[in-house]
Nanobody, 123 residues
Framework: QVQLADSGGGLVQAGGSLRLSCAAS????????MAWFRQAPGNERELVAA????????LYADSVKGRFIISRDNTKKTVFLQMTSLKFEDTAVYYC????????????????WGKGAPVTVSS
């Protein structure tokens, strides 16, 4: 079992930056693919970024490429999402997610979820 605690959300002006963190429990953190998803009101949950267990591979939604960076520190069992040049349309609840090994864009492949970190970007 893995428990995820996401944090770091808040209110920021357009053009600003935020860093989200997700602390995980469990003994085999480096075996889990980790991802960030987001869901805005009235929208489906969508992938923002994902990273493999060893951190060697990442993938991003086209809408955040060049602005967001996903990283992880396996010694601290933590994954991060550094968000820069934030736009109004980045406003959403951001969720940390984990699955055992599948490097996937779809939420249905992820077994464990954080409670969500709200991010509001003012224009």
């Amino acid at each position: 079992q893995v428990q995820l605690a996401d944090s770091g959300g808040g209110l920021v002006q357009a053009g600003g930056s935020l860093r989200l963190s997700c602390a995980a429990s469990g003994r085999t953190f480096n075996s889990y693919t980790m991802a960030w998803f987001r869901q805005a009101p009235g929208n489906e949950r969508e992938l923002v970024a994902a990273i493999t267990g060893n951190g060697a591979n990442t993938l991003y939604a086209d809408s955040v490429k060049g602005r967001f960076i996903i990283s992880r520190d396996n010694t601290k069992k933590t994954v991060f999402l550094q968000m820069t040049s934030l736009k109004f349309e980045d406003t959403a609840v951001y969720y940390c997610a984990a699955n055992f090994g599948t490097f996937s864009r779809t939420q249905y492949d992820y077994d464990y979820w954080g409670k969500g970190a709200p991010v509001t970007v003012s224009s």
